[in-house]
């Protein structure tokens, strides 16, 4: 996780995101997701949207997309970026799964805020992008908890789980999709599934 507080542009796979302050700027955890979700189709809920990043590669693969965050900012930011690369998108503003109370999908995504806290995320909006709890676990295991109402028979959730974190068990059956090694974390790209 890196953390910026500038506007930019970036392009890749034709998709041209351009970030605002208090938003959390694509990094090397957007980037493996993005590029490693495996091609599933048809519903998707995204929680945690940020900038879009991940929800408008989802939608340009032809899926039917629902993008979810806390931060106003973040809604902004992904509306905004859906409509730069007119790819239409569900934006909305909502805590987790307050948004989509009795609907379910087929596929569950989020990058999320997985670090214990720290002194350097002075931001308000930027710590609530990374920091997950006490451990850095407690926002993963809360989604988890809460994603099986949400989720249709067989669905999946891939998540972004960091060296970083604390290890945790869990009840659903998880395997690891891809790897990525720094020199600071391994990060990997995690399917949970029943
Ligand atoms: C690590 S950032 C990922 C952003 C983007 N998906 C990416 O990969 O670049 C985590 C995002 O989760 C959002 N978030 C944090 N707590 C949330 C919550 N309770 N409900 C919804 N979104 C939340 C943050 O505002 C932030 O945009």
């Given at each position: 996780m ?111 805020p997985?670090l ?13 992008a990374v920091e ?63």
């Open positions: 890196r953390l910026y507080n500038l506007s930019f542009e970036i392009i890749v796979d034709k998709i041209q995101i351009t970030n605002f302050d208090g938003v959390y700027e694509p990094a090397e955890d957007s980037w493996l997701m993005a590029k490693h979700l495996p091609d599933f189709q048809g519903s998707v809920l995204e929680i945690g949207s940020g900038s879009g990043i991940i929800s408008l590669h989802l939608a340009q693969r032809g899926n039917l997309v629902t993008a979810v965050d806390i931060n106003p900012k973040a809604v902004e930011a992904t509306k905004f970026n859906s409509k730069e690369n007119d790819l239409e998108i569900e934006v909305l503003e909502a805590d987790l799964f307050s948004s989509v109370k009795n609907r379910k999908f087929a596929t569950i995504v989020c990058n999320p997985y214990p806290p720290a002194d350097e995320y002075d931001d308000p909006e930027l710590s609530l997950g709890g006490p451990t850095g676990t407690e926002f993963t295991l809360k989604l988890l908890k809460e994603a099986n109402d949400y989720l249709e028979d067989n669905g999946s959730i891939y998540m972004i789980l960091s060296s970083r974190m604390k290890e945790f068990e869990t009840d659903w059956n998880k395997e690891i999709v891809k790897q990525e090694k720094y020199f600071f974390e391994r990060l990997n790209l995690v399917r949970f599934s029943r």
